[in-house]
């Protein structure tokens, strides 16, 4: 909580999505990969995912304004789980079907879509008190 408190949330959320993005690439496309280099790229990707997605717990209950922050921690909370359900069904299929390298390159389009949404609009609370942040959205 301390990190999250003096770097700020989107500083911690926003590049780890892009790095997750650009590794899942570089993964897809490099079909010739040394095994040692995947794993360390995969390593890196957990890494760096784990570290972002904790932020799901805290991030929406920020940005939401109040009237809408039961619902709003709710909505992230199912897509996170949807999203983590179709990877762990989908990613087993998708592999056996189209191969490990177009596989890869569909995650890392996700990654991508998810990286360009957060930079578009996930703003930074660091040091503001949440009727700051709510009052954004009363306009």
């Not at 926003?14 to 995969?42: E, K, M, R, T």
């Not at 039961?70 to 069904?89: D, Q």
């Not at 991508?112 to 578009?120: E, I, K, N």
Request: proline letters at 5%; glycine letters at 10%.
């Amino acid at each position: 909580m301390l990190l999250i408190d003096k770097l700020g949330r989107r500083i911690l959320t926003v590049p780890g999505q892009w790095l997750c993005a650009g590794i899942l690439l570089i993964i897809g496309v490099w079909a010739n990969a040394p095994a040692i280099l995947v794993l360390v790229l995969f390593l890196a990707f957990s890494y760096f995912n784990a570290g972002y997605t904790t932020m799901t717990q805290v991030y929406p209950a920020e940005v939401f304004p109040g009237h809408l922050r039961g619902i709003g921690m709710g909505f992230a909370a199912a897509f996170s789980r949807i999203g983590a359900a179709l990877g762990t069904f989908a990613l087993p299929w998708a592999i056996s079907n189209i191969g490990m390298g177009p596989s890869m390159v569909v995650a890392a389009a996700v990654a991508l879509l998810g990286a360009v949404l957060s930079q578009w609009l996930a703003p930074e609370t660091k040091g503001r008190t949440l009727a700051e942040i709510s009052s954004n959205f009363s306009h």
